[in-house]
């Protein structure tokens, strides 16, 4: 989704439900990783294929909520772990047919309703954005990073081109009082020259603040890599972007693997030209228009995926120094 305005719609819908499926073949059977399980949209639709299982991941505990329900109806063939994406490689799998691994970015139409975590500008209250498993939340980030910091974030993740006078305005404000979410769209208002008849004004500093929140540059980084170890020869590693970062960086690491550089650093020299996977379309997959018309925020997803060709766990990839800069700017949250 593109803005943090509470979308229109009343449920939720799995984006690119249809075209994921026909990628991904569960008609064969096989293991599959649904790493963002949100409310399972994707998990039911391979399950209804016989001798599918799944392994659902989500860093927020709520929605082990709709996994239970999962587990009382498909026993033996479902699992979830309330974990970040970038950890799969903690998964302790034993040998599975892994058959694909899909990720499906950023947040649920139930968590951008949900108050309690303040990821919409129209929300009163705490500044948030926390999906779970975190170390900090915007409030922290907003009232606690100097103003370069800040500056950063709304330019590098946000895209927001008066972020130097936004941060400056943040830096004088809360010396008066502790910035909350009302405030700060305030003082986002209030800073901006150019009027934008496109966008609510705080669109990007908001989506700026909840990359850096929930880490999700280095979240997709290690995940996409992590993704690329445990999958099997042939099968499918798909993502679903929001934003024009993410897909970026999706882009990168799936071309990168597929043309000539990527091989284990175990294989003998003859063997340099292989790479890791194939990549079937350079186009991603977008939703079609009866799809944006019966859920509108789906107008931004961007569907890309690739075919491992070997079974290689290791293989070498330059994807962190690629986007080192971000990587860097997400760090600032460790002092927090
Ligand atoms: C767009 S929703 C997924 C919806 C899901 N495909 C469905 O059909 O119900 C994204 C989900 O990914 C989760 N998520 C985001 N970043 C994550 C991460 N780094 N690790 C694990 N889960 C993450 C969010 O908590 C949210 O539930």
């Known amino acids: 989704m593109d803005a943090t305005i509470v979308p229109k719609v009343e449920k939720h819908y799995p984006v690119l439900l249809k075209e994921i499926i026909s990628v991904i073949s569960p008609q064969h059977g096989g293991t599959f990783i649904d790493c963002t399980f949100g409310q399972g949209g994707y998990s039911k639709k391979i399950l209804e294929f016989e001798n599918t299982n799944i392994i659902a991941l989500d860093r927020d ?22 974990i970040k994406f970038s950890q799969l490689n903690n998964l302790k799998l034993k040998n599975e047919n892994i058959r694909g691994v899909i990720f499906d970015l950023g947040y649920s139409y139930t968590q951008i309703k949900d108050p309690q975590k303040g990821l919409s500008f129209e929300a009163d209250g705490k500044l948030n ?22 500056e950063k974030i709304f330019k590098f993740f946000g895209d ?13 404000e809360r010396l008066k009082k502790k910035i909350d979410t009302k405030t700060l769209v305030k003082i986002i208002d209030k800073s901006k020259k150019r009027i934008n008849f496109k966008a609510h004004n705080a669109t ?18 290690f995940g996409l890599v992590n993704a690329a170890k445990v999958l099997k020869k042939g099968g499918v590693l798909g993502v679903v972007t929001f934003h024009s970062l993410e897909d970026k960086i999706v882009k990168y690491f799936f071309k990168s693997l597929s043309e000539n550089k ?5 294989s003998p020299v003859t063997e340099q030209a292989e ?6 379309q350079k186009k991603p997959i977008t939703p079609s228009e009866e799809e944006i018309d019966e859920n509108p925020p789906s107008r931004s997803a961007k569907f890309r995926y690739a075919i491992k060709k070997k ?9 962190q120094d690629q986007f080192r800069n971000l990587i860097e700017i997400e760090n600032y949250g460790d002092k927090l």
């Open 129 to 150: 954005m926390q999906l779970g498993l975190n170390s900090y939340s915007a409030e922290d980030a907003i009232n606690k990073l100097d103003e370069k910091e800040l």
């Open 275 to 280: 790479t890791l996977f194939n990549l079937i």
């Open 160 to 172: 927001e081109k008066e972020g130097k006078y936004i941060a400056r305005n943040i830096v004088k």
């Open 311 to 319: 079974d290689f766990y290791d293989f070498d990839t330059d994807i």
């Open 204 to 221: 990007k500093v908001f989506q700026a603040l909840r990359i850096f929140v929930n880490k999700e540059i280095s979240e997709l980084i």
């Open 262 to 266: 990527s091989i284990s650093r175990y």
């Open 61 to 82: 505990a709520e929605s082990e909520k709709v996994a239970n329900h999962f587990k009382e109806s498909f026993v033996d063939r479902f699992i979830f772990r309330n």
